[in-house]
């Protein structure tokens, strides 16, 4: 007995962790899911009611849902125990809930929600529902001098009523704002959060059965450094907005997914830009303010034109291309590849490094490569520019090239940089999926003659 006595002391001894003070324990217990900080309470006395003292609530409510519960009994437990978080324990700093709640339930949760959030500085709530219900979320639920960041997802409306906003601040210390959610006036929720600095937004829909209205515009705060703002609304709905402010003047990152057809507009001179990711839909009033917004973006290190960017361009019978100065990687996604319009790109890109082009195809299966491959020396409509683009000769040291079709086009492109890029190091080749084995190989071999003007460059093809 003296030797387990010994060994149990020894044990005891070497507990370094229970030694520590409460706040250290309770900073490293933070970083748990509730329910594992809960479970700390059986190793000891020292530990049984230390996890009551954690300032973090993170909580998934899927334990709760098991064959000997129903769906509302599993649901009336989980918000008993967070409207007894708010009695007993002490304030929350941090509060991240996922969750579901149907018709009783839901509203239950956002009065919780409500009465919570002042004084918690993070709040990351998500929903989920198997009947695709959509909760209304009324504007008293969300006011908070407190919370710094706020991330909501899931089927939400935040609506809000009558009340009046003029002026009025209700996040006025917020300065991370995520948003995925169904619905929302944005303009109006944006014109009472004063302090943002990073705003990411996903809109599923612009109107609601409790609220429609007629947007007139959306103005996006000055003190955005990070903006995606995304919209995610049926392809078939005709939705116009007279006018899109992009007044940031501090902003380091946009991604732009925009479905509206905006009359109008407002950009600045983003000077500290870094990254731009643009993915607007051809409708026909974008195409005219498509390149204004390109201009303004000429700074950016990082550019990414998806499709439906590269069909807004296209249109244009004079495009003015503004100098890309800074630009160091360009991604551009064509559903037809065009080489005319990117030597114009690249001529307005000098210290342009990587080069990224993924081709989706507009022909099914093999069509394209059994046309190349009966047609290898057919002439196509893009003729070598007179003077070579100077990140070519100079800058230029990776292309990738996905989606590659072996059309002739592709082919002289890609002979074409391979032969004038003097500091070319890697090209790689990414056939379609759908390319035979032995068209893989024709392509290969065909691009393996062809001279190159780096003795440094390697040729990867798959």
Same mark, same amino acid.
Not at 333 to 345: N, R, T
């Given at each position: 007995?003296?030797?387990?006595?010994?060994?149990?002391?020894?044990?005891?001894?070497?507990?370094?962790?229970?030694?520590?003070?409460?706040?250290?324990?309770?900073?490293?217990?933070?970083?748990?899911?509730?329910?594992?900080?809960?479970?700390?309470?059986?190793?000891?006395?020292?530990?049984?009611?230390?996890?009551?003292?954690?300032?973090?609530?993170?909580?998934?409510?899927?334990?709760?849902?098991?064959?000997?519960?129903?769906?509302?009994?599993?649901?009336?437990?989980?918000?008993?125990?967070?409207?007894?978080?708010?009695?007993?324990?002490?304030?929350?700093?941090?509060?991240?809930?996922?969750?579901?709640?149907?018709?009783?339930?839901?509203?239950?949760?956002?009065?919780?929600?409500?009465?919570?959030?002042?004084?918690?500085?993070?709040?990351?709530?998500?929903?989920?529902?198997?009947?695709?219900?959509?909760?209304?979320?009324?504007?008293?639920?969300?006011?908070?001098?407190?919370?710094?960041?706020?991330?909501?997802?899931?089927?939400?409306?935040?609506?809000?009523?009558? %009340?009046?906003?003029?002026?009025?601040?209700?996040?006025?210390?917020?300065?991370?704002?995520?948003?995925?959610?169904?619905?929302?006036?944005?303009?109006?929720?944006?014109?009472?959060?004063?302090?943002?600095?990073?705003?990411?937004?996903?809109?599923?829909?612009?109107?609601?059965?409790?609220?429609?209205?007629?947007?007139?515009?959306?103005?996006?705060?000055?003190?955005?450094?990070?903006?995606?703002?995304?919209?995610? =609304?049926?392809?078939?709905?005709?939705?116009?907005?007279?006018?899109?402010?992009?007044?940031?003047?501090?902003?380091?990152?946009?991604?732009?997914?925009?479905?509206?057809?905006?009359?109008?507009?407002?950009?600045?001179?983003?000077?500290?830009?870094?990254?731009?990711?643009?993915?607007?839909?051809?409708?026909?009033?974008?195409?005219?303010? %498509?390149?204004?917004?390109?201009?303004?973006?000429?700074?950016?290190?990082?550019?990414?034109?998806?499709?439906?960017?590269?069909?807004?361009?296209?249109?244009?019978?004079?495009?003015?291309?503004?100098?890309?100065?800074?630009?160091?990687?360009?991604?551009?996604?064509?559903?037809?590849?065009?080489?005319?319009?990117?030597?114009?790109?690249?001529?307005?890109?000098?210290?342009?490094?990587?080069?990224?082009?993924?081709?989706?195809?507009?022909?099914?299966?093999?069509?394209?490569? =059994?046309?190349?491959?009966?047609?290898?020396?057919?002439?196509?409509?893009?003729?070598?520019?007179?003077?070579?683009?100077?990140?070519?000769?100079?800058?230029?040291?990776?292309?990738?090239?996905?989606?590659?079709?072996?059309?002739?086009?592709?082919?002289?492109?890609?002979?074409?940089?391979?032969?004038?890029?003097?500091?070319?190091?890697?090209?790689?080749?990414?056939?379609?999926?759908?390319?035979?084995?032995?068209?893989?190989?024709?392509?290969?071999?065909?691009?393996?003659?062809?001279?190159?003007?780096?003795?440094?460059?390697?040729?990867?093809?798959?």
């Amino acid at each position: 007995m003296g030797k387990r006595r010994k060994q149990r002391k020894a044990a005891v001894d070497r507990d370094v962790i229970s030694s520590l003070p409460d706040e250290i324990l309770c900073h490293i217990l933070s970083f748990l899911p509730t329910r594992t900080s809960m479970a700390t309470s059986v190793l000891s006395r020292r530990w049984r009611y230390l996890w009551e003292k954690v300032q973090v609530l993170d909580l998934n409510d899927d334990f709760l849902y098991t064959h000997d519960r129903s769906d509302e009994e599993a649901e009336e437990c989980f918000i008993n125990f967070l409207e007894k978080v708010v009695s007993g324990f002490n304030p929350l700093r941090k509060v991240r809930l996922s969750c579901r709640a149907d018709d009783y339930g839901y509203r239950r949760l956002f009065e919780w929600i409500g009465s919570v959030s002042e004084g918690v500085r993070e709040l990351y709530f998500s929903t989920r529902t198997t009947n695709r219900m959509t909760y209304t979320l009324h504007f008293e639920y969300i006011y908070s001098t407190s919370l710094v960041s706020l991330v909501l997802d899931g089927n939400i409306n935040i609506i809000f009523d009558d %009340v009046n906003l003029d002026g009025k601040l209700f996040l006025p210390s917020l300065k991370n704002l995520e948003l995925h959610i169904d619905y929302l006036n944005l303009d109006v929720f944006l014109s009472g959060c004063p302090a943002l600095e990073t705003l990411r937004v996903t809109l599923i829909k612009f109107t609601t059965r409790e609220a429609d209205f007629d947007l007139e515009a959306i103005h996006m705060p000055r003190t955005l450094k990070s903006l995606t703002f995304e919209e995610r =609304y049926h392809y078939s709905e005709v939705v116009t907005l007279k006018r899109l402010q992009l007044d940031t003047p501090s902003l380091e990152y946009l991604h732009l997914e925009l479905r509206c057809d905006y009359k109008r507009i407002l950009v600045c001179d983003y000077t500290n830009i870094k990254k731009a990711c643009l993915d607007i839909w051809p409708k026909r009033r974008n195409v005219a303010w %498509v390149p204004k917004l390109l201009g303004a973006l000429c700074k950016t290190k990082f550019l990414w034109l998806k499709v439906s960017t590269i069909q807004c361009l296209l249109p244009a019978p004079v495009l003015d291309i503004p100098d890309f100065c800074n630009l160091i990687q360009l991604q551009l996604d064509f559903e037809d590849f065009k080489a005319k319009l990117l030597i114009d790109l690249l001529h307005h890109c000098p210290k342009l490094q990587a080069l990224k082009i993924y081709v989706l195809g507009s022909l099914d299966g093999e069509d394209y490569f =059994y046309l190349s491959y009966l047609n290898p020396h057919k002439r196509n409509g893009w003729r070598q520019p007179s003077s070579v683009p100077n990140c070519i000769v100079s800058h230029l040291n990776t292309v990738e090239y996905r989606g590659y079709q072996n059309t002739p086009e592709e082919h002289e492109f890609t002979a074409y940089i391979l032969q004038r890029g003097l500091v070319l190091k890697t090209m790689r080749i990414h056939a379609k999926y759908y390319c035979p084995h032995y068209l893989k190989w024709e392509i290969s071999q065909a691009l393996s003659e062809i001279q190159r003007g780096s003795n440094m460059c390697r040729l990867e093809i798959d």
